[in-house]
């Protein structure tokens, strides 16, 4: 499968600024997949709660019934990038992935969901996006212009 980009605009230019950024892909046999970036009225991953806490929140968030898979925290991939927490799910019809990082007061979240029953190629390229997943805090300079709405193209996204 060859995972695509839903033709949406990435930036979402909603008057309040409830989501700052949102992109939403797919896969032949199922797969689907949405990264957002939404404001947070925390600044850091520890102040959403402890990991088990975290993951039955979103767990009630699940369809049901529903189960709670695993619940990890994903250390920081460089000096730079943040933690992450990486929560798995699985439900009557489909398999999720959550990761999630929230620093400068943004929520950081990728959303990986599968078929109950994905094929193995479907499966790998699913963990391959997971994987890739990080999250980084932004320089002064971009936070002033994201929370303006106007990033600088080539600089700050």
Not at 35 to 43: C, D, N
Not at 134 to 143: D, F, H, Q, S, V
């Amino acid at each position: 499968p060859t995972w695509q980009l839903d033709p949406a605009p990435p930036r979402v230019g909603q008057p309040q600024h409830s989501m700052l950024f949102r992109v939403v892909g797919s896969a032949a046999g199922g797969g689907r997949f949405e990264a957002t970036v939404e404001p947070s009225l925390k600044k850091q991953l520890a102040e959403l709660g402890s990991l088990d806490a975290v993951a039955q929140r979103y767990l009630a968030l699940q369809q049901q019934p529903a189960a709670l898979l695993g619940a990890t925290k994903v250390p920081r991939p460089n000096m730079f990038g943040l933690q992450m927490y990486e929560l798995r799910f699985t439900g009557p019809a489909q398999q999720r992935v959550v990761r999630l990082a929230l620093t400068q007061s943004r929520l950081y979240q990728l959303v990986v969901s599968l078929p109950a029953e994905p094929t193995r190629e479907l499966e790998a390229e699913a963990e391959a996006l997971v994987a890739s997943f990080e999250a980084y805090p932004l320089n002064i300079g971009c936070l002033r212009g994201s929370n303006a709405g106007a990033p600088l193209p080539g600089v700050c996204y």
